[in-house]
């Protein structure tokens, strides 16, 4: 409870209720962003991503996010775990950054990409081989890595040298699945004699994840999944508790 113990939930309160302009986000953004390890996105008014029009009471969702980096899921899902029960329930509490539901790619870059089923560890993984044209070949270093096996082979592999890749990514499928789902992730160019003929849209891999969530829960409100939020009864939060409507 170190992390949570330190967010004044009163000043906290006092801000959403009021909040107008940019710098209300600012001040909240300094409460909650006080672990070096862990990034936290708010959001004002949406739910699940998704803007509430109309809503006539404040609506708060915090996201612990665990910066792109596997060395950090440990920490962010124990302060996760150790979220406080008794908070208002316009305040949601969420791991991991959604993915981008508008299917467009910042940056319009024409990537392609193959992928394949595996199971690692009893767990799902996706495999990643991503075409990637010749006018993006800069983006790009090259590394030789050497295996040996029975004899010494080398193998070329092509490192980003920068996140763009992985931004574009990170909006296809959601922090969660860039983290956690992704079996291995290998860029091929169209130098090496590679063609696009060969691979599938980029923007087509969330078909993919999407497979794979058939296996968790969700909630009946806000369609949030159970690798992002606790999904009890049936509801990741009090506020979709009360909320839901049947259809």
């Not at 672990?35 to 949406?46: A, G, P, Q, R, S």
């Not at 910042?106 to 990637?132: H, S, Y």
Request: net charge neutral; hydrophobic share 40%.
């Amino acid at each position: 409870m170190d992390y949570w113990n330190n967010i004044d939930f009163k000043a906290v309160e006092l801000l959403v209720k009021n909040y107008t302009n940019d710098n209300c986000a600012v001040e909240l953004s300094k409460i909650f962003n006080i672990n070096k390890d862990i990034k936290v996105t708010l959001t004002f008014d949406h739910l699940n991503n998704i803007p509430m029009i109309g809503n006539n009471v404040p609506l708060l969702e915090i996201y612990l996010s665990p910066s792109w980096a596997k060395k950090n899921i440990e920490i962010c899902e124990k302060i996760y775990n150790e979220k406080p029960r008794d908070l208002p329930e316009w305040i949601i509490i969420n791991k991991y950054m959604p993915f981008n539901s508008s299917k467009q790619i910042k940056g319009n870059f024409e990537l392609r990409c193959n992928t394949t089923f595996c199971v690692d560890n009893e767990k799902v993984k996706v495999n990643l081989i991503i075409f990637v044209p010749d006018i993006y070949r800069d983006m790009f270093k090259e590394e030789k890595i050497v295996v040996v096996n029975e004899k010494k082979i080398v193998i070329k592999e092509y490192i980003p040298v920068n996140n763009q890749i992985y931004i574009i990514l990170h909006e296809l499928i959601g922090e969660f699945h860039f983290l956690n789902t992704i079996g291995y992730l290998k860029f091929v160019m169209e130098s090496d004699g590679y063609k696009k003929e060969g691979f599938d849209d980029l923007v087509n891999i969330r078909e993919k994840f999407i497979k794979i969530e058939k296996s968790y829960f969700c909630c009946k409100h806000c369609k949030k999944l159970s690798l992002q939020a606790d999904i009890i009864n049936g509801y990741c939060s009090k506020y979709c508790l009360i909320n839901y409507i049947e259809k």
